[in-house]
């Protein structure tokens, strides 16, 4: 009897690469490594957060932490260390951040692929799931 020789056929169904939680741009990575160390905070990271609220019904938000919550999300990102709670990463996933220094003063500033309209002073936003808010979203209390 013959011995037949089997072609063994991966069968393992393809899977999309994972889109990036978060990314921070150089410029937002080194601000916050400065503020870190300025701080002398080496161990901790960036806590980026959304909130109800702002002109335009959700804002955006930070703050230096020194570990995750219980439910939080960790990456890295252009050696940084980002915590995110769940509801969080639902807004923010796919969003950038960026420094950006002029003569009008420096800030960070959120790229959201998941905002549909912002404030005018990009603060704050809404998504197609949210409410709508009474203004257009290019009035801002924030100037």
Do not use: W
Request: glycine share 14%; hydrophobic share 35%.
């Amino acid at each position: 009897m013959a011995l037949k020789e089997i072609e063994l056929v991966d069968t393992t169904p393809l899977v999309a690469e994972e889109e990036a939680l978060l990314t921070l741009l150089p410029g937002a990575a080194d601000k916050i490594r400065t503020l870190l160390s300025e701080r002398n905070l080496p161990e901790h990271g960036l806590r980026l957060f959304v909130s109800g609220g702002g002109c335009s019904g959700m804002q955006y938000g930070m703050a230096i932490d020194k570990e995750a919550g219980e439910f939080d999300s960790t990456f890295e990102s252009n050696g940084v260390k980002v915590f995110m709670d769940p509801t969080s990463m639902m807004y923010l996933s796919g969003a950038t951040v960026d420094y950006v220094d002029n003569m009008m003063g420096g800030g960070f500033r959120i790229e959201n692929p998941n905002a549909v309209s912002t404030c005018g002073c990009g603060h704050s936003f809404r998504t197609s799931g949210s409410a709508a808010s009474s203004g257009d979203g290019d009035g801002c209390g924030h100037h």
